[in-house]
T-cell receptor, first 115, second 109 residues
Framework: DAMVIQNPRYQVTQFGKPVTLSCSQT?????MYWYQQKSSQAPKLLFH???????NEADTPDNFQSRRPNTSFCFLDIRSPGLGDAAMYLC??????????????FGPGTRLTVL | GQNIDQPTEMTATEGAIVQINCTYQ??????LFWYQQHAGEAPTFLSY??LDGLEEKGRFSSFLSRSKGYSYLLLKELQMKDSASYLC??????????WGAGTKLIIKP
């Protein structure tokens, strides 16, 4: 089945210790997104890639970086996690085009705990 | 600023009907989405409206009025598995998706 896969599902890291979250997709979608979602809050968009074009949201902290080495994979790097970065991180994909809007498909998420 | 408003929480009875409202103020409009999110899981797509009117999909229907900046999600014949958060999201003129905080729906037997 075509899908969006995130690894790991649960990640525990220490304060200040870099961590990388990964996402892969078999949908061949051209757009990939990284969201941060805290309990009872709306998903907050961190970055998105439209094909190879990287788009950084204005209020995404510099502590967060992203890489998309190819169509199928995308990574979220948190260089120095703080306690406030504990959240669910959601990867999503879509096949947006300039003249058509499509829904986003989400992976199961990675729940990050910072000790 | 851009804003999406939904009730924080609603309670309904198994077998009944519930309507979850969403009002939005965005810079432009390119469609409205409803997603369902069970606790601890990722959102899953329910419906998409870009023109005024009602879209029906099984037990779920979604309505849009662009002139009023208003949408609702109607759930019929409620089942216990419908207990979840329901998120409204609007695509603005820059094709950015603006998310609401979600409505937590509690279904009671």
């Amino acid at each position: 089945d075509a899908m969006v896969i995130q690894n790991p599902r649960y990640q525990v890291t220490q304060f200040g210790k870099p961590v990388t979250l990964s996402c892969s997709q078999t949908l061949n979608h051209n757009v990939m997104y990284w969201y941060q979602q805290k309990s009872s809050q709306a998903p907050k968009l961190l970055f998105h890639y439209y094909d190879k074009d990287f788009n950084n949201e204005a209020d995404t902290p510099d502590n967060f970086q992203s890489r998309r080495p190819n169509t199928s994979f995308c990574f979220l790097d948190i260089r120095s996690p703080g306690l406030g970065d504990a959240a669910m991180y959601l990867c999503a994909t879509s096949r947006d085009s300039p003249d058509r809007v499509y829904e986003q498909f989400f992976g199961p998420g990675t729940r990050l705990t910072v000790l | 600023g851009q804003n999406i408003d939904q009730p924080t929480e609603m309670t309904a009875t198994e077998g009944a009907i519930v309507q979850i409202n969403c009002t939005y103020q965005t810079s432009g409009f390119n469609g409205l989405f409803w997603y369902q999110q069970h606790a601890g899981e990722a959102p899953t797509f329910l419906s998409y409206n870009v023109l005024d009117g009602l879209e029906e999909k099984g037990r779920f229907s979604s309505f849009l009025s662009r002139s009023k900046g208003y949408s609702y999600l109607l759930l019929k014949e409620l089942q216990m598995k419908d207990s979840a958060s329901y998120l409204c999201a609007v695509r603005d003129s820059n094709y950015q998706l603006i998310w609401g905080a979600g409505t937590k729906l509690i279904i009671k037997p």
